[in-house]
């Protein structure tokens, strides 16, 4: 087997990397951890302190060594920042009732998008780059739902724009829409690290903003892609495989609409053979939404 150039190799890496999430060098200067000695071994011999008589004082208690401090799990600077971030979040049961709240006051797409911007209530807002709120025609008839925004979503603050995006386009396309005419949005509206998908407590908490901007849009068609929408929107408890291409009813707050539950298009990239379990689904979608 050819090995590949060594830039090429690492090209890879770094996509790699990318894909992953790893976005911060940490050092100039990258560490082979496996050339790298145990910094148990390398320490020098420390001789053991005197065991103190009875008339002497032991060492001050509140004067630990660095090295026992950083036994006991004293944080580092990064790990102090982790916490203090932790720390300033909301209970689950506060940053939910948060969400209901700021998300009802929400009168237009607008004030919905603000409301986001300043609710504090979801850890993944500290870790995204940017707000990844919606794309395409508010007036829709059709509104698409995926679960979270990947890599590139979260740079270009849109959702949908990478490889699963384009995929989706050409899917639309198929059936004569694009995004002029269609309304995209995920349940949560930052990416989770690494691309993974969004915890239920992380689902749950913004919940109420992706139901408040259902509402507003208020299409006549909702299509929830893949199984943390389908399930979270529509309280199924089957995996996706099962539900998809059935319909749903869906009360958007102010009157009942279909949902149609289908195929992420992530998936489909993964899973081509089942591209044709999808293209049936967008069939039923062209032929509902033609009425």
Not at 174 to 183: E, F, K, P, Q, T
């Amino acid at each position: 087997m050819n090995k590949p150039h060594p830039r090429q190799a690492a090209i890879d890496a770094l996509a790699f990397q990318l894909e992953a999430g790893v976005d911060v060098a940490l050092n100039e200067e990258a560490i082979d951890r496996f050339t790298e000695t145990p910094a148990e071994e390398t320490r020098p011999e420390t001789p053991a302190a005197p065991i103190p008589d009875r008339g002497q004082h032991a060492p001050a208690a509140n004067n630990p060594s660095p090295r026992s401090s950083a036994r006991a799990g004293s944080p580092g600077r990064d790990d102090g920042r982790k916490a203090a971030s932790t720390m300033s979040l909301p209970a689950a049961d506060e940053a939910a009732t948060a969400a209901r709240e700021a998300a009802k006051k929400a009168a237009t797409l607008e004030e919905l998008r603000a409301a986001l911007e300043h609710f504090e209530g979801c850890a993944l807002k500290f870790t995204a780059k940017q707000l990844v709120f919606a794309d395409g025609n508010p007036k829709a008839k059709v509104m698409f739902v995926g679960e979270a925004p990947g890599a590139d979503e979260d740079r270009e603050g849109l959702p949908f724009v990478g490889r699963a995006g384009k995929l989706l386009d050409r899917m639309l396309a198929a059936i004569g829409l694009d995004r002029s005419n269609v309304y995209i949005a995920n349940i949560v509206p930052w990416r989770p690290p690494g691309n993974r998908t969004p915890t239920p407590q992380e689902s749950q908490t913004c919940l109420p903003f992706i139901r408040r901007q259902i509402e507003l849009v208020d299409p006549d068609i909702l299509v929830c892609l893949g199984g943390p929408s389908t399930q979270t929107l529509l309280g199924v408890r089957e995996g996706i495989t099962k539900v998809r291409g059935r319909w749903f009813d869906y009360d958007t707050g102010t009157r009942m609409i279909k949902a149609l539950a289908t195929l992420h298009p992530a998936y489909l990239l993964r899973s081509p053979a089942a591209k044709r379990l999808a293209w049936r689904d967008f069939l039923a979608l062209n032929a509902i939404s033609l009425r």
